[in-house]
């Protein structure tokens, strides 16, 4: 079956601006997680979705940055007045449950975000 | 706090010879751990994870790892490496602190392979 897909692959923006980053996940996962990659972070937690509720925002690195999940399947990440430091890797998974007791997650290709 | 250190940020093997590639952990709660591998330009794969079941952990293309409380340790191994197995390796323990299951990355491990 069909992967987690992200969309755009990349994304080449002024400093300021606002951009979307698209997730979709696999077909009845009802856990979603975004995470960021940037070279001297490393892979970090953003957010975590169970079902259309994020009972943990806690990586969020700003107030600059939200999220959605709509119907349960469909997430949206958005970075309002891009800064250079968000230049980075925007990676998605998602997996069949999430909490204490998680299934393994699936992670989909990424959006490379440039901030110029 | 939940954490994995990866010991080495790269290591260079020829191709036929072992591998190792080497990882802590420091957790309060029985720990899920996984190995992840990156290749250039692509998705993360999940490579093997462990879940207290058996210590010694099968995973795909030859790979294993061994969780030993003791040491804290959970170190990927391969009998023998292949060209293609160079890549970006990711040791990772889900964080069972906040019941979200997120996962803590470490540090990763570049992973050559020489003719």
């Known amino acids: 079956g069909a992967g987690v897909s992200q969309s755009p692959s990349n994304k080449v923006t002024e400093k300021g601006k606002d951009v979307e980053l698209r997730c979709d996940p696999i077909?009845?996962?009802?856990?979603l997680y975004w995470y960021r990659q940037s070279l001297g972070q490393g892979l970090e937690f953003l957010i975590y979705?169970?079902?259309?509720?994020?009972?943990?925002k806690s990586g969020l690195p700003s107030d600059r940055f939200s999220a959605e999940r709509t119907g349960g399947s469909v997430s949206t990440l958005t970075i309002q007045r891009t800064q250079q430091e968000d230049s980075a890797v925007y990676l998605c998974?998602?997996?069949?449950?999430?909490?204490?007791?998680?299934?393994?997650?699936?992670f989909g290709p990424g959006t490379r975000l440039t901030v110029l | 706090a939940q954490s994995v250190t990866q010991l080495d940020s790269h290591v260079s093997v020829s191709e036929g010879t072992p591998v190792l590639l080497r990882c802590n952990y420091s957790?309060?709660?029985?720990?899920?751990l996984f190995w992840y591998v990156q290749h250039p330009n692509k998705g993360l794969q999940l490579l093997l994870k462990y879940t207290s079941a058996a210590t010694l952990v099968k995973g795909i293309n030859g790979f294993e790892a061994e969780f030993k409380k003791s040491e804290t340790s959970f170190h990927l191994t391969k009998p023998s490496a292949h060209m293609s197995d160079a890549a970006e390796y990711f040791c990772v323990v889900s964080d069972g602190l906040s019941n979200t299951g997120k996962l803590i990355f470490g540090q990763g491990t570049t992973l050559q392979v020489k003719p």
């Open positions: 077909s009845g996962h009802t856990a």
């Open positions: 998974a998602s997996s069949l449950n999430g909490g204490r007791a998680p299934d393994t997650q699936y």
């Open positions: 979705f169970q079902g259309n509720s994020a009972p943990d």
């Open positions: 957790s309060s709660y029985s720990p899920s």
